[in-house]
């Protein structure tokens, strides 16, 4: 019963916090004249992350390195099957090639150095220095880049808060918006582990499984929400930088406060397939303009395959 209280909880902190997050980040790209793909990709993706850094640092110091390492492996793949998959159910989702093409190559390059680092069988405090290095560097470049936009570039009237509001307000909101996704995340896997482990489930199952999943529900919660108000430039740019930071951000604190023991079951088939996914979604970008319901039906599908592969 308290499992089942926890998940509760936590699926409603997580959709309030989603709601929050994204008025708020289209407020403040209204306000200071950046594209919402920008904000999508820094503000809202780093904040949506937040459950998945403190649920992989607490499993790695608690001594269970296939739930910290399998927690990111899973996200990734759940950010694009799932959440892409759902949202484009809810609200076609526009595929902008000129934003999208370098964030989901860098997203490519980063995924496959992590494939090549697990390689060596453990995640080591060099290994997180170099993440952490290009977490920087990518976060400079998109900023550089935004300057090339102008103050004209978000020209649509958004709905953002139906009550007069300062930024202060607004940037307040969004804190609030993180802090319910964090609390809410973390209350939606304590439910789930416990819950799973009744079934004696795998620490390796349940990392890619379920506690992937409720870290990556933040950016299913953020991306339903903005699907519903049609701010579908969010979510692409929202799962792109919540992927890069899930590696760059989560993979470069961690394993400075403890190394992180690579299985054998992630090199042979879950880091593949988070490859293979992250071609899919950098195809996508480049040859459509939009993604469909019935695209996103077959990532959805695709998902579900996944997880039932998990259990078999």
Not at 131 to 146: A, E, P, Y
Not at 236 to 261: C, R
């Amino acid at each position: 019963m308290l499992s089942a209280a926890y998940i509760l909880g936590g699926l409603i902190l997580l959709f309030l916090g989603g709601e929050l997050l994204v008025r708020s980040s289209v407020f403040i790209a209204k306000r200071i004249g950046l594209p919402p793909f920008i904000i999508g990709l820094t503000v809202v993706a780093y904040g949506t992350s937040s459950p998945e850094l403190v649920i992989s640092l607490n499993a790695a110091l608690d001594g269970y390195p296939d739930i910290a390492l399998g927690n990111v492996i899973g996200s990734n793949i759940s950010n694009i099957l799932c959440v892409i998959g759902f949202t484009a159910m809810v609200y076609p989702i526009t595929m902008d090639k000129e934003e999208g093409r370098a964030d989901g190559f860098y997203m490519l390059g980063i995924a496959a150095l992590l494939y090549l680092l697990c390689l060596t069988g453990v995640i080591i405090w060099w290994h997180g220095l170099l993440f952490l290095l290009l977490l920087v560097i990518h976060t400079w470049h998109v900023f550089k880049r935004s300057k090339s936009h102008t103050n004209d570039a978000v020209k649509e009237e958004i709905e953002t808060y139906p009550f007069k509001t300062t930024m202060w307000q607004v940037i307040a909101l969004l804190v609030v918006g993180i802090g319910c996704l964090a609390v809410g995340g973390d209350f939606l896997v304590t439910g789930s582990v416990a819950i799973a482990r009744m079934f004696g489930w795998s620490e390796a199952v349940i990392g890619v499984t379920l506690v992937a999943f409720g870290g990556s529900a933040p950016e299913l919660a953020t991306s339903i929400v903005a699907a519903f108000h049609k701010h579908s430039d969010i979510v692409i740019g929202n799962v792109l930088g919540s992927n890069m930071f899930n590696i760059m951000g989560i993979l470069g604190i961690t394993p400075m406060v403890s190394s992180i023991a690579v299985s054998d079951k992630f090199i042979a088939f879950d880091l593949p397939l988070m490859l293979a996914v992250s071609v899919v979604l950098t195809a996508s970008i480049l040859l459509c303009k939009q993604l469909s319901r019935a695209g996103g039906a077959l990532l959805a599908l695709g998902y579900i395959a996944y997880i039932a592969v998990q259990f078999y």
